[in-house]
């Protein structure tokens, strides 16, 4: 089956992590960091996605205090959305990064049957 949807592009990272989510049951809150972080990332701030420039970046635009950012962030290290590289830096795991190409993400979901 091959389904397609058009999106705004400012849209893109939000509706590929909706798409996601219903494997990854993320919170809305940890679904809008996520895009956020996936936004940062593609535009650039992919060294260091935990840097401090980007977290108050999050907080203003999100309106989250500190504390829950942190609760936030930590989900998405749990789940393995973000990673440590081999600087120690935190960014986002390749597995998941979408790949934009042509102005089409591509999703690949297996189920695998008991």
Not at 57 to 82: D, F, P, R, V, W
Request: hydrophobic content about 40%; cysteine-free.
């Amino acid at each position: 089956m091959n389904l397609r949807k058009k999106v705004q592009k400012h849209r893109v990272y939000s509706e590929y992590v909706d798409i996601l989510n219903g494997i990854l049951r993320l919170s809305k809150r940890e679904t809008e960091v996520f895009s956020f972080l996936l936004s940062a990332d593609a535009n650039g701030d992919h060294l260091n996605i935990n840097a401090r420039h980007i977290r108050a970046a999050l907080k203003k635009q999100l309106g989250i205090s500190e504390s829950n950012l942190s609760l936030y962030l930590a989900t998405l290290k749990k789940l393995n959305l973000i990673v440590r590289n081999e600087d120690y830096k935190w960014v986002i795991n390749d597995n998941i990064r979408p790949g934009l190409e042509g102005g089409i993400i591509e999703i690949v979901v297996t189920l695998e049957v008991d």
